[in-house]
T-cell receptor
Framework: LAKTTQPISMDSYEGQEVNITCSHN???????ITWYQQFPSQGPRFIIQ???TKVTNEVASLFIPADRKSSTLSLPRVSLSDTAVYYC??????????FGQGTELSVKP | DTGVSQNPRHKITKRGQNVTFRCDPI?????LYWYRQTLGQGPEFLTY????????KSRLLSDRFSAERPKGSFSTLEIQRTEQGDSAMYLC???????????FGPGTRLLVL
């Protein structure tokens, strides 16, 4: 079973910032928080990964509070092409990824 | 393109036939994973190799499924006597190093008639 809980769906408009929150109350000391994006009929695409505090790359930011029981993926200024399913996972390095159902993000014009 | 590649991209077969899929990981990635994804669900883990050693197999991997990675490079996933319930997207991912990030291929979509 997935160890994370995230909203099933979210709607947004082009140009807005989108924040997707993921709960992981039972996160283990060795777990990293990892986010993937998936478009229909394609394999998941790695977005960002972090352990604590804040991580930023060219695509997104990941905010992790001190207790690490939740995390927030922030997508700045989304476009129509950001419409996809976003998965939050806890990853203990060197093993399988356990996916939940993800958050289906719909970006409207 | 230096990403993970999978062949074929699509496969239609009749129930009872055998099928084989191939995955070519990113060069020098020593870990290789197979996942299966059905419509509306997240990918589910099937099996995992480190170099040529198969280190973990899911209970989903019945006796009809076999995976190999003979030289620690490409991998094959074979399904014998396919059933309609095997219809799914089969995904391959590879990784290396610490911290580890798994990079996925485009998948092979299987339809069993």
């Amino acid at each position: 079973l997935a160890k994370t809980t995230q909203p099933i769906s979210m709607d947004s408009y082009e140009g807005q910032e989108v924040n997707i929150t993921c709960s992981h109350n039972n996160i283990a000391t060795n777990d990293y928080i990892t986010w993937y994006q998936q478009f229909p009929s394609q394999g998941p695409r790695f977005i960002i990964q972090g352990y604590k505090t804040k991580v930023t790359n060219e695509v997104a930011s990941l905010f992790i509070p001190a207790d690490r029981k939740s995390s927030t993926l922030s997508l700045p200024r989304v476009s129509l092409s950001d419409t996809a399913v976003y998965y939050c996972l806890l990853y203990n390095q060197g093993g399988k990824l356990i996916f939940g159902q993800g958050t289906e993000l719909s970006v409207k014009p | 393109d230096t990403g993970v590649s999978q062949n074929p991209r699509h496969k239609i077969t009749k129930r009872g036939q055998n099928v084989t899929f191939r995955c070519d990981p990113i060069s020098e990635h020593n870990r290789l994973y197979w996942y299966r994804q059905t419509l509306g669900q997240g990918p589910e883990f099937l099996t995992y190799f480190q170099n040529e050693a198969q280190l973990e197999k899911s209970r989903l991997l019945s006796d009809r499924f076999s995976a190999e990675r003979p030289k620690g490079s490409f991998s094959t996933l074979e399904i014998q006597r396919t059933e309609q319930g095997d219809s799914a997207m089969y995904l391959c991912a590879s990784s290396v190093g610490t911290p580890e990030t798994q990079y996925f291929g485009p998948g092979t979509r299987l339809l069993v008639l």
